[in-house]
Each structure stands twice: as structure tokens, then as C-alpha cells.
């Protein structure tokens, strides 16, 4: 998994909840991504970091923020969950220059 | 706006079978294509890739083809098992746009023993 950790690999939360997402890597990459995968939509880029406080938005970014104040963790936060955004969420990091991304193990949340 | 297009949706091949897999992209500025290999409940494990300055790329039994002129590029798994039953992914990014990915909705391959 490239030393990418996320947490928590399962969370269940109602409609309207703050929720926080956790993305850690442990080799100091500078590119981080979060991606949201959907049955029929394939992998879809959310938000993406290029260095620490510098975040840009991705095809889906509607109703998510992200923040990263450390080189290691990169946050993704539902302000306000709905159902729409039940889906599996990767983060992936970029290995060098190749373009490369590697995905971290996924959470799968479930907003009811 | 899907930019990349993926087919088969799904696929199913005898063991020893050479499935195939393609893809097609409407953005020129696209200079790396990766495909990716997803096991159920794990995250997209990166399988090979390559650049539009190439045409064909082999590592192991995945070789990928490429059309830069016709904006394609194919998956070929040679001498399937059915341990490469897993759903595949093919994607594109550019340099000058963070490497964002742009993936193909998948297909679904099963290697029949």
C-alpha cells in the first residue's frame, strides 16, 4: 500500500453529521489525492494537495473540503453528510515524477 | 464528461484466454496512461503504464497498446489465470494539470479455471 494508512476503514453516520476522513503516508510524498468510487462511475477525483495548505479542486468537489497542514496527513470533510456521498473513498499519493499513484486501502462510508 | 471510455463493461475468458480491454480518450493533452487492478474490498493496485511516445509496452503477461492517432490504447492479459479475475481500470493524466487522473468506468473480468 506504499505506506498509505486511512481511517476509519468503515464509518456509518446520518444525514447532516460532520464527517472527517483520514489520509497518512508515511514517506513524505508531495502529492496527495481523494478519490470517491461509485458503481458505474468508476474513480472520481474529489480533491487534491500539491504541498502543505496547498489543495486544489477536483471533478467532485461539491460538498467536500480538504485540509493538509502537515506533509503526512491529508483531510477529507463532509461538513454536512447526505446520502448522495455513500460511496468508497480512496486516497492515493504520487511516487515521484512517473505520474504514478498509489491507493491507500479505502473507507467505506455509509450515510443514512 | 467522461473523457475516457472503457470497454467491455465485462468480460469472460477461459483460463489461458487473452482478454482485452480498451480504451479511448478525447483529451490531447493527456501524456500518461496507467491501468490499474482492483481486487474486491481493496484499494486500484497500479499494473503498468505508459507514454504517448510509445507504442507498445509489455511487463510480465499485461502488455498495453497504444494509438496515439486514433486517441486509444488497449490491455492485453496473456495467458490468463484465474487469479487475474479482478476489475480493471485504465486512466489518463497530463503533466500540466497536477496529474489528476481521469479513469475509465471499469471492467469486469472473470478467467474461467
Known amino acids: 500500500d506504499a505506506g498509505i494508512t486511512q481511517s476509519p476503514r468503515h464509518k456509518v453516520t446520518e444525514t447532516g453529521t460532520p464527517v472527517t476522513l483520514r489520509c497518512h503516508q508515511t514517506?513524505?510524498?508531495?502529492?496527495m489525492y481523494w478519490y470517491r468510487q461509485d458503481p458505474g462511475h468508476g474513480l472520481r477525483l474529489i480533491h487534491y494537495?500539491?504541498?502543505?495548505?496547498?489543495?486544489d479542486k477536483g471533478e467532485v468537489s461539491d460538498g467536500y473540503s480538504v485540509s493538509r497542514s502537515k506533509t503526512e496527513d491529508f483531510l477529507l470533510t463532509l461538513e454536512s453528510a447526505t446520502s448522495s456521498q455513500t460511496s468508497v473513498y480512496f486516497c492515493?499519493?504520487?511516487?515521484?515524477?512517473?505520474?504514478?499513484?498509489?491507493f491507500g486501502p479505502g473507507t467505506r462510508l455509509t450515510v443514512l | 464528461q467522461q473523457q475516457v471510455k472503457q470497454s467491455p463493461q465485462s468480460l469472460i475468458v477461459q483460463k489461458g484466454g487473452i482478454p482485452i480491454i480498451n480504451c479511448a480518450y478525447e483529451?490531447?493533452?493527456?501524456?500518461?496512461f496507467p491501468w490499474y487492478q482492483q481486487f474486491p474490498g481493496k484499494g486500484p493496485a497500479l499494473l503498468i503504464a505508459i507514454r504517448p511516445d510509445v507504442s507498445e509496452k509489455k511487463e510480465g503477461r499485461f502488455t498495453i497498446s497504444f494509438n496515439k492517432s486514433a486517441k486509444q490504447f488497449s490491455l492485453h492479459i496473456m495467458d490468463s489465470q484465474p487469479g487475474d479475475s479482478a476489475t480493471y481500470f485504465c486512466a489518463a493524466s497530463s503533466g500540466n494539470a497536477g496529474n489528476m487522473l481521469t479513469f475509465g468506468g471499469g471492467t469486469r473480468l472473470m478467467v474461467k479455471p
Open positions: 514517506e513524505n510524498h508531495r502529492y
Open positions: 483529451n490531447t493533452a493527456f501524456d500518461y
Open positions: 494537495s500539491y504541498g502543505v495548505k496547498d489543495t
Open positions: 492515493a499519493i504520487r511516487i515521484g515524477t512517473s505520474g504514478g499513484q498509489f
